[in-house]
């Protein structure tokens, strides 16, 4: 690729679309090297990669692992363009909304919306691994039943965001021509519960 980017991910990853989204959106060439969505991951052990979490993103000899440093880098390198918030008030409720999404419980709530009867969930081999990861948590019954919870949870998540920052019909976050880094912050978990059927 003109700039070496290269995103290496699997489709089923929110954190993952996040990035192709911003990319995407920017209109920066890039190349994708599509993993496993379990180890081994041939490909990052070649780059001498042992990290298990997806996405990755290599710069030339640079490779970034966290999703929020990824497009903290992608900002910094290709600053003309950029989708990031200048002002003070729109860069908190940018790295708000980032919080909120990952740390703040909506990432989880999402993945227990995730269909258990039908793609990934139906391999063993995933079942296995998603279990292992996460101390006997993240099962197929684990996730049956903890879905009314987060039925509930991402309803109040689409609630607040309707009720607050687009409440006066807005089409993006910060009321702009385009979408920004704050609509990718914002709204990926959320909208990944409604793509939900591309875990087939």
């Known amino acids: 690729m003109p700039n070496d980017t290269v995103l290496y991910w699997y489709t089923a990853s929110s954190y993952a679309r996040r990035v192709v989204w911003y990319l995407n959106l920017r209109g920066l060439p890039w190349a994708s090297c599509i993993q496993p969505p379990i180890m081994p991951r041939p490909d990052l052990q070649a780059l001498n990669v042992n990290y298990r979490r997806i996405p990755l993103l290599s710069m030339g ?41 990952t740390d703040g419980g909506v990432f989880w709530r999402a993945v227990q919306l995730l269909p258990v009867d039908a793609g990934m969930w139906m391999d063993p081999a995933f079942q296995k691994d998603r279990a292992d990861l996460t101390g006997g948590r ?44 704050g609509d990718i912050e914002g709204m990926s978990d959320c909208f990944f519960t409604i793509i939900i059927g591309d875990w087939s």
Do not use: Q
């Open 61 to 101: 000899k640079d490779v970034y692992l966290d999703t929020r440093l990824i497009l903290r880098k992608l900002e910094e390198r290709f600053p003309d363009g950029a989708l990031g918030a200048t002002n003070p008030e729109h860069r908190i409720i940018e790295r708000l909304l980032e919080r909120w999404m």
């Open 138 to 181: 993240l099962t197929r019954e684990g996730l049956r039943k903890l879905r009314p919870e987060a039925v509930v949870a991402m309803r109040d998540c689409f609630e607040l965001l309707e009720t607050t920052i687009l409440s006066d019909g807005r089409e993006w976050v910060f009321n702009g021509s385009k979408p920004s880094l």
